[in-house]
């Protein structure tokens, strides 16, 4: 059975500061997805990394994708308040009807106060 | 409208009634997902609709849940006999085939009382 496990499930920081949160995953996957949604919200797709090294950046997040140790982080730089939200990633896994769908982590709630 | 639309965004019912919750995708979508999302859980696959077709059902919970897609469009989540742990938020997506990002409604709150 696939797992995606995210941590810290909850992160409280301060404006200006720096953290990672990580996403690891138990199967073989090439594809992992970032997600945001704020309260009562959707989720909001932020990042798609599709190979072992991959890194995207914008704005005050960047996410990298290590396919060899099933690992993939996001890494917030200069924490803002307007970053308070819920990220979760997902995996893309090929199921046995022969199509993909995307496995969840439980989220990181992040709260970013002044 | 430009983005997936889901109604309604909030139901209340009581246990053992029927429910229908509806998914509108963005137009030309020809996937469609749903999922459930529990207080403080991720989020938990339901089933995939490929055009009208649902190739995947393993996500279904129980017989009680099933759901439809008609037209290549809206998509209708019915759950019969409501029990207490079906209250969640259910949340439908949609994509092109082949692409890469689903892109999600905002959700239907299902409290069952």
């Known amino acids: 059975e696939l797992k995606v496990e995210q941590n810290p499930l909850f992160l409280s920081m301060q404006e200006g500061k720096n953290y990672t949160i990580y996403c690891n995953y138990s199967?073989?996957?090439?594809?992992l997805y970032w997600y945001r949604q704020d309260p009562g919200k959707s989720l909001e797709s932020l990042f798609v990394l599709l190979s072992n090294g991959a890194v995207k950046q914008e704005g005050r997040l960047m996410a990298s994708l290590d396919t060899k140790a099933r690992l993939s982080t996001l890494h917030i730089t200069a924490a803002v308040h307007d970053l308070s939200a819920t990220y979760f990633c997902a995996v893309d896994i090929l199921r046995s009807s022969g199509y993909s769908t995307l496995t969840f982590g439980k989220g990181t709630m992040l709260l970013v106060s002044p | 409208g430009a983005g997936v639309s889901q109604s309604p965004s909030n139901k209340v019912t009581e246990k053992g009634k029927d429910v229908e919750l509806r998914c509108d995708p963005i137009?030309?979508?020809?996937?469609l997902y749903w999922y459930r999302q529990s207080l403080g859980q991720g989020l938990e696959f339901l089933i995939y609709?490929?055009?009208?077709?649902?190739?995947?059902k393993s996500g279904l919970p129980s017989d009680r849940f099933s759901a439809e897609r008609t037209g290549g469009s809206v998509s209708t989540l019915t759950i019969q006999r409501t029990q207490q742990e079906d209250s969640a938020v259910y949340l439908c997506?949609?994509?092109?085939?082949?692409?890469?990002?689903?892109?999600f409604g905002q959700g239907t709150r299902l409290t069952v009382v």
């Open positions: 199967t073989t996957s090439d594809r």
């Open positions: 609709f490929q055009g009208n077709s649902a190739p995947d």
């Open positions: 997506a949609s994509s092109f085939i082949g692409d890469l990002r689903a892109f």
């Open positions: 137009s030309g979508h020809t996937a």
